[in-house]
């Protein structure tokens, strides 16, 4: 008799599996991107003792004294790897589907145990 793999077991090749695609459908291009980069380099004068300039730096209306950014102040998305890109958005549904399949399996065998003690299994 051949016994079926245990659904624990499936879950996870599942999610390592979604995980490799998605870091393989992002990573050798940002991989060559950053290894064809050039490195920035120090300047050649040494450093000088002068102060820095002290500019005042601008700020959205109503933003004074406030050290948080406003909603909608960012930038959209560009490449997948940046805030609220699609990686990262397939990242947040991978855990949450992780943990409620972590919760979804305590409550299962919570009542499985529950019924056999109770002698309905």
């Known amino acids: 008799m051949r016994t079926l793999p245990r659904p624990g077991a499936l879950l996870v090749a599942i999610v390592l599996g979604l995980l490799a695609a998605v870091s393989t459908a992002a990573g050798p291009a940002a991989a060559q991107t950053a290894s064809t980069a050039p490195l920035p380099t120090a300047p050649a004068s040494p450093a000088s003792t002068a102060p820095l300039p002290t500019a005042p730096r601008p700020t959205a209306a109503g933003a004074e004294g406030n050290s948080l950014p406003r909603p909608n102040s960012g930038a959209e998305p560009q490449a997948s790897g940046d805030r609220g890109g699609w990686a990262q958005l ?8 992780a943990v409620a399949a972590v919760i979804g399996r305590i409550a299962w065998a919570t009542s499985k145990r529950t019924r056999a003690k109770a002698g309905g299994v």
């Open 90 to 97: 397939v990242l947040m549904v991978l855990v949450f589907a």
